[in-house]
Every structure is written in C-alpha cells, then in structure tokens.
C-alpha cells in the first residue's frame, strides 16, 4: 500500500474503541466503531475480541476496510472487543507496532489500545528491560500494556493507578481482559475519551461520540482527567486512578482532528468550529466578494466566517475522496502537480473575484502556497487567507505527528514573511484565546503548546519521535541518573 502524501496538514494521530456486548458481536460493532475513527489514524487497524474465556486478535496495515472482511470479523467471536485506528507518533510505521498490543497475564491474555505519547518512554523502558522485561514493538504502547500486565491481578484499580503514577504523558487507553473492559486517561486529559451505553446491558468507550451513532450508541459521559471505567457482566463502574493535576484538552482536537460531528468537553465541534469562523471574522475582516473553504476541513469556519460578515458562501473547489491513498505510485510529474490532483477549482466561481480563503491550520505551509496559486491561476483578484488555528510554532510531544521547530512555518517565519511566501494578498489567523472562546470553556482547560510552548506536562529536551527505535546500549543506561535507573517495585 501506497500513501499519496497530497498535504501538509498535521497528521491524525489514533483513535481507540472498546466495546461490551453481552448478545452481539463485540468485532462486528468494533468495525463499524473503528470506520467511524478512521479519521484518527489511516496506517493501521486492529481488532482484539474476548469470548469470556480466549482472546483472538487481527490487526494490519492499511485502512479499516481493508485490514477486515466479513470472514474474518466472523472469526474473531466474543463480546468483548477493543480495536485501534493509528497514525504513527512514536515508533515506526510497521506491522510490529500496529494495535492492540497483545500481552499474556497471571489473569489472562490481554489487549491494549493507546492514543497519545509518553513523554518518558524512553526512560520507562530502560528500567524494565533492566528489571528482565521484553519488548516486542518500539512503541511506548506497549509500556503501558507490560505495566498492566504486571499489576492486574492487584485489580484493575490498582493496575491503572500504577500506570499513572509511572507514566508522563498524554494517553487515553481501552483495555480489554478475557471477561472485562477498562478505559482510561491521563491526569491532564489531554487525549479525549468518552463512554456511551448500547442497548440495555452494553457499552461502548471511544475517543469521540461520532463512533456511537453508527452502532447505535448513545453518549453517557466523558472520562474526566485522571479517571477510569470498568465494565463488566456485573455492569460499569467508575474509579479515579490519579488526582488530575490540571484540565489540558488538546486544543488542537476542537479545530482540527475530532469529526465536525462529534461532541467534545460538552460542545458540538461543527458549531464550535463556525463561532471560531465568526471570531476570525471579527479579528481580521477583510472586503472580498467571496467566502471559499478549504474542503472539508474549512468548511464550517467559512461558513461562520460567511454568517458574521455577510460576504456570501460560494465552494470554490470540489475535493477528490478517492486520492487519499492508492496502489498506484506517482511519477515526479504528478507529485509535482500536488494539490491539483486532489483539489479541483469551480472557475466560474472563482473569476474575477476577491476570495477569502478559510481553512483549519498551516503547518509546513506548502500546501496552502500551492491552494493560494490554484484560486489565482482560476481567476481570482486577491486571496485573503483566513486561519482558524493560531500559529503553530512549538512541536507536539503528546501524540500529534509535528515534532519538529524547523518544519513549522510560523515558527521561521513572521506573518509578513508567511504572507509573501505563500503569495497571498493577506494573512490572518485566529489568536489563542478567540479559539478557546468559541469552545466556551474557560481557558485554562486547553493545552495550547503547539501554539504557545506552554507544555502542561514537563517534555525532556531530547525527546524525539523515534525514541524507542532499538535498543538500549551499556553507554545509554551509564548516563541514565541514580534516580532513573531505581527500579520501582510492580
């Protein structure tokens, strides 16, 4: 399988789902789950369902569709299942590090599924190898795993608590045992997770709720930071696995990764993403004829943008949904054509136009330079580029691919350079507190890192995406302090 790499938008990070289903089929209702999340991650899928007594697992690379026919959905028997949608964020993109992460137990085989980064993987590791642990993947996910392992038959309390007193970082987790499903998150709640009821006796966890509706769910609550869910045949239960520190929701999720149709920190993310096209609207007016999106993602926000300026709402380019990932590898030539063979411009609306341009986020730049080109090569007058992310100008540690200063264009460039580089008539994003503003939550709810360097949980300064990439040498663990290298009893 081929990636067609079309953009430069922040990768999608992964998407997690549980499902307890005492009369149906946990893998069937896992499928459609994992397509609704297919959004959060598109490099691989999998599926691990319990029949009360064996766990049975089958996970791939590719999308959801294809990782998964109806024989093997029928394989995979039980009514208990988690399942995982990932883009990678740490460790490399290879079978090895596809989820679930499958792990065997004093209390029976179990399945692990995690969205978010460990900010100490690395040094976590280190420690449990060191403690005669081996590992199978080069994903800090699997830390998670082998630390619950090591801790379930303590309780699934006492497990989970385990995890956050030695974890650092964003995680929002679903694990299933041979007869009970667990859901977690981290103290800061920075990656989201929500429970949801199914029918009269089931349930179902998932990173967002627009993976209910298509499984007949229906939205309970969300995990608050720092707590857990436990369901089993005895029904669900709540328990709190560490004191929240703070409220830190990836901002980031509200603008950009979660589906316009999902519900997130009690607000309908389509609605919240058309106030932030009216604030934008407000902070940066502009005279135009037109206001255009960047399909699909900009739509609600020009929408917003539309409503408070009274500049009409035209489309002005017709997205291709099939360009996303092919079997077919493009020559120099097509790659060369980029946005072209993705986006297509509507010129007659387009001619002789001023535009205003609204879209979610810059992040290298280059696509919105090539987006900019297109309306002018179709006829337009001028192109006001509106953006309803703020700058990005710090890197994402907690589980969004943009790990790195050099590659963010407003973190090398001013807006005036920005501007001229992307060849617009004018350049306007939408500040940090008119984003949060249009969520309706107060504002020290959010992380806001990527856009301010304000990181909520403490981030070492040599953290890279490929931290877990092999082994541990004798000179890494000499260098490692006193105090890393205790080894903490589990």
Known sequence: MIDVELDDSPKEECGVLGVFAPDESAARIGFFGLFALQHRGQESAGLAVSDGEKVRLRRGMGLVNQVFDAQALEELKGHIAVGHTRYSTTGASVLRNAQPVFCQSQVGDIAVAHNGNLVNARELRIEMELDGEHFDSSSDSEILARIIVRNLHKGPEVAVAEVMRRAKGAYSVTVLTPRMLIGFRDPAGIRPLVVGSLGSDGYVIASETCAFNPVGATAIQELEPGEMVIIDSRGMRFACGAKSTCKAMCLFELIYFARPDSVMYGTAIYSARERMGRKLALEHPTEADIVVPVPDSGIPAAMGYSAETGIPFREGMIKSRYIHRTFIQPDQRMRELGVKMKLSPLVDHLQG??????????????????????????GAKEVHVRITAPPIKHPCFYGIDMASTKELAAAIMSIEELEKYLGATSLGYLSVEGAMDAVGRPHNNFCTACFTGKYPVEVPDDLTKDALEGTADVGEIAALSHTQLRLIEI
């Open 353 to 378: 136009q001023r535009v205003v341009l609204v879209d979610d986020s810059i992040v290298r730049g280059t696509t919105t330079k090539q987006i900019v080109r297109l309306l002018f090569e179709s």
